[in-house]
């Protein structure tokens, strides 16, 4: 654990030292408060009744978009192409340290961003404003789905930057992957029956609405883990098979 958690604080460094940190939390910020009082629906103060169903729908895009191509383009690509990542692995340390600490890393900065995301909610229902009694079941639930989602999309944005040493090949495959995987959602409805529920099982747009809508399914929970799991276990053995080439 040691040697995960030095990894881990190595990564969280190297973000806020160059402008990723910066460009992923405030970018996202921007853009949700955009989205959020101005453009989609006519903004926050035409919905007339107290709810972040908003922040739950502009999120996901956001995250699939820029905050995880972004900050995991880089965790194993960059190492590959600059040469660190070979002294990396033979220091005294377990290839599934670099793994977990790369990743903790990540889902670290994913998760400040959310926190930072509880600045919109506590503001217009706490303090300074009051504009309502918020339910907050749904709101964590809601925070829930996306750290889930974000856990999982990390793990696959990992996987694709240990499998080249270009971040723009890792972002652009971290991109298409959860775009599609997220987009395909749209879709279940408008198939065949059977299809659609294939669709339905696999999509991460299915499977985070339950959440937005303040239910927490244990299947989706599951499943998010799953994913997560099992990209996490590729992207050890893609890194282990350095060593046998």
């Given amino acids: 654990m040691q040697n995960i958690k030095t990894i881990a604080r190595r990564e969280m460094r190297a973000y806020f030292d160059s402008l990723v940190a910066y460009v992923v939390i405030g970018g996202s910020m921007l853009g949700l408060g955009i989205f959020f009082f101005l453009f989609q629906q006519g903004g926050f103060w035409q919905v007339d009744r107290a709810t972040m169903a908003r922040m739950f729908e502009f999120m996901p895009w956001a995250l699939t978009l820029l905050v995880i191509p972004l900050i995991t383009m880089r965790l194993l690509a960059d190492e590959k192409r600059s040469g660190t ?8 340390v377990k290839d599934s340290d670099v793994i977990l600490g790369k990743y903790f890393a990540a889902l670290g900065l994913a998760t400040v961003l959310l ?7 506590i ?8 504009i309502g009694a918020l339910d907050w079941g749904p709101v964590f639930a809601g925070y829930l789905g996306l750290f889930l989602f974000s856990a999982a999309g990390i793990a696959i944005g990992l996987l694709y930057s240990s499998i080249t040493d270009s971040q723009i090949i890792a972002f652009f495959l971290t991109v298409t992957t959860l775009l599609f995987i997220y987009f395909i959602g749209s879709l279940a409805e ?27 399914d244990t299947r989706d929970v599951l499943y998010f883990l799953s994913i997560t799991a099992i990209c996490l ?9 350095r060593k046998w080439s």
């Fill in 85 to 92: 990542l070979e002294l990396l692995i033979t220091m005294p």
């Fill in 115 to 121: 926190l930072a995301t509880l600045i919109y909610p």
């Fill in 123 to 130: 503001a217009m229902f706490v303090w300074p404003w009051h």
């Fill in 190 to 216: 408008t198939v065949h029956h059977a299809v659609g529920d294939v669709i339905s099982f696999v999509s991460f747009q299915s499977r985070f609405h339950p959440f937005a809508r303040g239910l927490v």
């Fill in 233 to 241: 276990l590729i992207a050890f053995r893609s890194l282990e098979s």
